[in-house]
């Protein structure tokens, strides 16, 4: 099945930094990758996502990147804010299953 | 957008008795939902797939007699802990696809139940 691995498992960055967070999965099946931010208490956000067909995808200060050969993908914020900080989990999803498997989670802290 | 109502966001029994927990998508009709458990500073396992109309899919592990799924209708699917114990205090997320098939669709989840057995 599938594995998702996700680095760093703490990232601490100052305000206005720029803070990345990488995975790599494992089933060469997958072609959709979701990124969560879940604060204390709630349940993960959907913040961005990517498909296999799409190499790169931006939505403001957020940004992935996708690189199917080496099974990469990566989550970039720019210009971060304290209130970025939360739990980041990227996921992956296989074309033949509907199952979403998340990697470990990364914590964010930013810092003013 | 989409949203994934869960009911209620905490709760604490006692040990023995049986806690439900309700999912519900509020502005969408979800085929299929999902039940995923998360310990403290760890990720979010899978637990089962719930399919409206139909049993319940379980991930390897997952005992199907202690976490009852029922998905009754296309807004709403409930998991039952039955006889609960210490070692199920955890947080128990819910997601649904919000249009069409979830294979191609993103999930959005619920705020979640934290569940405390004494």
């Known amino acids: 099945g599938e594995n998702v691995e996700q680095h760093p498992s703490t990232l601490s960055v100052q305000e206005g930094d720029s803070a990345v967070i990488k995975c790599t999965y494992s089933?060469?099946?997958?072609?959709?990758f979701p990124w969560y931010k879940q604060e204390l208490g709630k349940g993960p956000q959907l913040i961005i996502d990517i498909r296999s067909n799409v190499g790169e995808k931006k939505d403001q200060r957020i940004a992935v990147t996708l690189n199917k050969t080496a099974k990469h993908f990566s989550l970039h914020i720019t210009e971060t804010q304290p209130e970025d900080s939360a739990v980041y989990f990227c996921?992956?999803?296989?074309?033949?299953?509907?199952?979403?498997?998340f990697g470990t989670g990364t914590r964010l802290q930013v810092f003013p | 957008g989409a949203v994934v109502s869960q009911h209620p966001s905490w709760v604490i029994c006692k040990s023995g008795t049986s806690v439900k927990i309700e999912c519900r998508s509020l502005?969408?009709?979800?085929?299929?939902m999902f039940w995923y458990r998360q310990f403290p500073k760890q990720s979010l396992m899978l637990m089962a797939t719930s399919n409206e109309g139909s049993k319940a899919t379980y991930e390897q592990g997952v005992e199907k007699d202690k976490f009852l799924i029922n998905h009754a209708s296309l807004t709403l699917s409930t998991l039952t802990v039955t006889s609960a114990h210490p070692e199920d205090s955890s947080f128990y997320i819910c997601?649904?696809?919000?249009?069409?098939?979830?294979?191609?669709?993103?999930?959005?989840f619920g705020n979640g139940t934290r569940l405390t057995v004494t």
């Open positions: 996921a992956a999803r296989s074309y033949n299953t509907d199952k979403l498997i």
């Open positions: 089933d060469s099946a997958s072609n959709y």
């Open positions: 997601s649904a696809s919000s249009s069409g098939s979830s294979y191609n669709s993103p999930l959005h």
């Open positions: 502005d969408f009709q979800a085929t299929t």
